[in-house]
């Protein structure tokens, strides 16, 4: 068996320690409120973000942002072009 | 073979606690001053370009902070000013500072970039390399001209917001690096000559802790020379007018007669704290006038001439 293999074995063993109660971490009340908070405050930071670049995305563009074509035709070769 | 697993404690670090690591106050300080060198600028800005800047600057200010109390948390918890830090504290643990640090100087540097122009991101990236790894690691615990070399990260903010507005750099965005740059040293030693325990215990070798405190007293006196004309400067180059001139002829007459206190003060610390508290006011003031002078239209600036 090499060592690589050893180790994993060791990891997939259910863990004896105490530090790893058998049902998981319980959070308590403070970490539970700590958590929450940063939580909320990822996810307003995210949606500012997505606000500032939707923002600057339409004023970089200007007012072609709404009369962009979907779809532009390739260019047609001109006369006389082999 | 045996493999000892160790688990961290859950984090009972909040958003605030994050806020703090990012020194609001310092920060507010970085975007008045970025936001003063944005609108002097010659020319026009649209809102959501320049707020969008703003945001960029202000994130990287804060992701500087955050890597200052990283690197500095063995000091700031023998400091009775910096003891109460998130890290210090134990609300914040020391990898979890780094990675937010980290992770706000990326993206700030890049959204900058991406967003405004890249010599505004060069610049914000620059600032936050010579704040971290400069000033934090290498002068602050290695020489008692920390502050003053160190001091060029603080004044930058007003070049990137400068540079965020036009794509380049002029001499009045550099004017405005040197009025704080020759601010910091009196700012800070004033502030050190009343905490020099502190600076002592912590290992800090700030001038106060190794040339005594009358040397200090002299240089700030010294620095605070220099200020004053530095201060009027923008009215004496001629992009700022009279209202700004008067301010700035006021303002550094303050800071002066503080200045000439604290050299002939002996004993006591009266005079080193008046002045630190007014060279916060005197810098607030002095940029916001420039904000104003600019906001008039130059109406008084025709007075001047």
């Not at chain 1, 973000?49 to 979907?70: D, E, H, N, Q």
């Not at chain 2, 991101?121 to 400069?134: G, K, Q």
């Not at chain 2, 740059?181 to 009196?186: A, E, K, Y």
Request: charged share 10%; with cysteine; proline share 6%.
């Amino acid at each position: 068996m090499t060592m690589a293999s050893e180790t994993m074995n060791e990891l997939r063993k259910p863990p004896t320690n105490e530090q790893w109660p058998r049902g998981g971490v319980r959070l308590t009340e403070e970490q539970l409120r700590a958590r929450r908070t940063r939580s909320i405050a990822i996810a307003l930071a995210l949606a500012a973000f997505v606000v500032v670049i939707f923002a600057v995305t339409i004023v970089r563009l200007g007012s072609g942002a709404l009369t962009r074509p979907i779809y532009m035709q390739p260019a047609q070769p001109t006369q006389g072009a082999k | 073979m045996s493999v000892t697993l160790t688990r961290a404690e859950p984090s009972i670090a909040g958003a605030g606690d994050y806020i703090e690591l990012m020194k609001p106050r310092v920060m507010s300080l970085v975007v008045f001053t970025a936001l003063v060198g944005m609108l002097v600028a010659p020319v026009h800005v649209h809102p959501v370009i320049g707020f969008a800047a703003l945001l960029c600057i202000t994130v990287g200010a804060g992701a500087a902070g955050a890597l200052n109390m990283w690197y500095d948390a063995d000091i700031d918890a023998r400091m009775a000013r910096t003891a109460g830090r998130p890290i210090p504290r134990g609300r914040i643990t020391r990898g979890e500072a780094a990675g937010f640090g980290f992770t706000l100087a990326g993206f700030s540097v890049v959204t900058l970039g991406l967003l405004v122009n890249l010599l505004a991101a060069a610049l914000l990236a620059f600032t936050i390399f010579f704040y971290v790894a400069i000033y934090t690691v290498w002068l602050k615990r290695s020489t008692p001209q920390n502050i003053v070399i160190g001091g060029a990260a603080g004044a930058l903010p007003p070049m990137i917001g400068w540079a965020s507005a036009t794509g380049n750099l002029a001499i009045e965005p550099i004017v405005l690096f040197l009025i704080i740059f020759f601010w910091t040293p009196p700012h800070f030693w004033a502030l050190s000559l009343y905490r020099i325990g502190d600076y002592a215990r912590a290992g800090v070798p700030m001038l106060p802790v190794v040339a005594g405190e009358g040397e200090t007293r002299r240089q700030i006196w010294l620095y605070t020379l220099l200020l004053t004309p530095l201060g009027v400067a923008p009215w004496l180059l001629g992009y700022a007018g009279l209202i700004y001139g008067v301010a700035a002829l006021v303002l550094g007459a303050g800071m002066f007669v503080l200045a000439l206190r604290v050299r002939g003060e002996s004993g006591g610390h009266t005079a080193c704290k008046q002045l630190f508290a007014f060279s916060i006011l005197y810098l607030f003031l002095l940029f916001a006038m420039l904000l104003v002078d600019r906001m008039s239209g130059g109406l008084f600036g025709h007075f001047a001439t």
